[in-house]
């Protein structure tokens, strides 16, 4: 079946750090692939989203780039900020299923 | 646009007792969806509905029922309480087609 594997946190770094957060996947189809952001106390957002071979999604200075080859979609930003501090979801559906499936989450704290 | 609204946002119940968590999605997606969120499982999809009507199950539906009679409500009722349902519960829409889904703010429900 169709399943995400994501980085065990929690991940903590210091303000204007480099952040990867690594997620890779297994797919019976082509997937799309997302990335879902979750702060504090509140739901899900789509952070990025890229839904073909080499594709690069990016928002809010994060980038994450569909590779096919070594089936994942890490997820980086150059230099983060305290107000990055969330939980991070990779995420998978497969065209024709309206399923997600979700890796375990990632939480970040970014320290000032 | 209000979104994905979820009713109530804490809930604590006893064992055994039944209660209905309460979806809304005012964007006339198709598509909608329940999750439970669990430390270090990310999500799981309990039920999901692809139109009024129209429901079925994901990967975790014991314990839960689910209808579908208009577009924009679906409520997801606990049958009886067990203390393993102690999560917080996610409510998700889409369209169609549309890679995106939309979340909800979230439910914290505590089975005692």
């Known amino acids: 079946g169709d399943s995400v594997t994501q980085m065990e946190g929690p991940v903590t770094l210091s303000e204007e750090a480099f952040l990867t957060i690594n997620c890779t996947y297994t797919a019976t189809g082509y997937p799309s692939l997302f990335w879902y952001v979750q702060y504090p106390g509140e739901g899900l957002q789509l952070l990025l989203k890229?839904?073909?071979?080499?594709d690069k999604g990016s928002n809010k200075g994060f980038e994450a780039t569909y590779r096919k080859e070594t089936t994942s979609f890490h997820l980086e930003k150059g230099s983060v900020q305290v107000s990055d501090s969330a939980v991070y979801f990779c995420a998978l559906s497969v065209l024709n299923d309206y399923k997600l499936s979700f890796g375990a989450g990632t939480t970040v704290t970014v320290r000032a | 646009n209000a979104g994905v609204t979820q009713t109530p946002k804490f809930q604590v119940l006893k064992t055994g007792q039944s209660m209905t968590l309460q979806c809304a999605q005012d964007?006339?997606?198709?598509?909608m969806s329940w999750y439970r969120q669990d430390p270090g499982m990310g999500l799981r999809l309990i039920h999901y509905s692809v139109g009024a009507g129209i429901t079925d199950q994901g990967e975790v539906p014991n314990g839960y029922n689910v209808s579908r009679s208009t577009t924009e409500d679906f409520p997801l009722r606990l049958l009886s309480a067990a203390p393993s349902q102690t999560s917080v519960y996610f409510c998700?829409?889409?369209?169609?087609?549309?890679?995106?889904?939309?979340f909800g703010p979230g439910t914290r429900l505590t089975v005692t």
């Open positions: 998700a829409s889409k369209e169609g087609r549309a890679y995106e889904q939309y």
């Open positions: 890229a839904t073909k071979a080499d």
């Open positions: 964007m006339n997606h198709e598509y």
